[in-house]
């Protein structure tokens, strides 16, 4: 089954830690590139049945519910949907019962808020201009609307977060409606102000603390019953988000927008970040990035992303030869299935493990 994603690169206001491709808010930039939008759906020929549509961002809940709508139908006339999961991206604000109860109205069945604290001194780190009581108060409203999908981002590692304000932060999160969580560490990115700002590069924990505050929370979040299926990602039974789990499986996706990847037919290519491009062209314009996508190689990287793992068979003999002190070093685990996967201590260094099983 392919996934198809669509990109909303607008933001009402950038976050300056963030890296992804947005640009500001304005309401007719936004009016042409929904119709930019709605013309590539019509276009593609994609045999494939779909099972996920996710709307990604920047802010696509800065969308109105008819711009929403108006794609999804031409999803509905353009795709072969099965019973698709779709999902859309949104950052708390306001009172938006109305708007969500005509979200779940148009199709959209699950959400995923950018809540990321609880505390209102990191969201003010942060930049972000919701409080914690407008991430609950949109949560709950959006569980009144009807929705009974619901993952939260939050952000680990950041400024001067100690183990009681994580705490916090977990115990809001996990007393609210949710299914999934995403829990990311900050990462600082180039070409974003966070990246060369002194006082935030001086807060920062060391990479002890980082690891310390991961493990909190791939535990504390298991022990609420969010168990972990990727390095970042949590969810109870039953809803690991489709979307997600196309990339880690090297599974088609069709991307369009702005700066949106796709990897179809084997090969992985984007259409460039250029938003008012994409909507004067009358198709999308994209640009090869691997014309052999999903060798072994990368399917083995990705696999041991996840709490599913990789066959042992995949492994080399030498490779098997080191997997007993590994696991008794509590770096990784060996499934009754005869798959191998990372324990949360083992995530925390994988790249140097996923060397050290590559090697012939
Ligand atoms: S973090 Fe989200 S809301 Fe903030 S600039 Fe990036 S995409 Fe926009």
């Not at 949907?81 to 604000?93: F, G, R």
């Not at 062209?281 to 990705?302: H, P």
């Amino acid at each position: 089954m392919t996934g198809i994603y669509i990109h909303i690169p607008f933001c009402a206001k950038k976050c300056p830690y963030c890296d992804f491709y947005s640009v500001n808010y304005q309401k007719t930039l936004v009016e042409h590139y929904v119709r930019a939008i709605i013309r590539n759906i019509q276009f593609q020929e994609i045999s494939d049945e779909v099972d996920s549509i996710y709307f990604g961002g920047g802010t696509p809940s800065l969308l109105t519910i008819q711009q929403i709508s108006e794609i999804l139908e031409t999803c509905d006339k353009s795709f072969h949907l099965v019973q698709p999961e779709i999902t859309l991206e949104c950052n708390p604000s306001g009172n938006r019962k109305i708007y969500l109860s005509q979200l779940k109205k148009a199709g959209v069945n699950r959400l995923s808020v950018g809540v990321q604290s609880f505390s209102p001194k990191e969201l003010a780190i942060l930049g972000r201009t919701h409080s914690p009581e407008q991430s609950k108060t949109f949560i709950i409203q959006a569980k009144e609307a009807g929705f009974d999908n619901i993952s939260c981002d939050i952000m680990l590692a950041l400024p001067e977060q100690t183990e009681t304000i994580l705490a916090e932060t977990l115990e809001n999160l996990t007393l609210l409606p949710i299914q999934h969580i995403s829990a990311y560490l900050l990462q600082l990115e180039e070409n974003t102000p966070f990246f060369t700002n002194a006082e935030i590069l001086s807060r920062l924990p060391d990479d002890d603390s980082a690891a310390d505050r991961y493990l909190q929370a791939v535990h504390t979040l298991e022990r609420k019953g969010f168990f972990q299926y990727e390095i970042s990602s949590f969810a109870k039974a039953g809803f690991q988000s489709r979307h997600n789990l196309k990339y880690w499986q090297c599974v088609p996706y069709f991307g369009i927008g702005a700066g949106a990847h796709s990897l179809m037919n084997g090969k992985r290519f984007f259409c460039p970040k250029d938003v008012n491009a994409f909507c004067t062209d009358n198709t999308q314009k994209t640009i090869l990035l691997e014309e052999n996508a999903c060798s072994r190689e990368e399917q083995f990287m990705l696999a041991f992303r996840t709490t599913d793992g990789v066959p042992e068979e995949w492994l080399s003999i030498s490779a098997r030869e080191k997997l007993p002190l590994l696991e008794k070093n509590g770096y990784l685990k060996r499934k009754p299935n005869r798959r191998i996967c990372f324990t949360p201590e083992g995530f925390m260094v994988s790249n140097a493990l996923i060397s050290l099983l590559s090697l012939p």
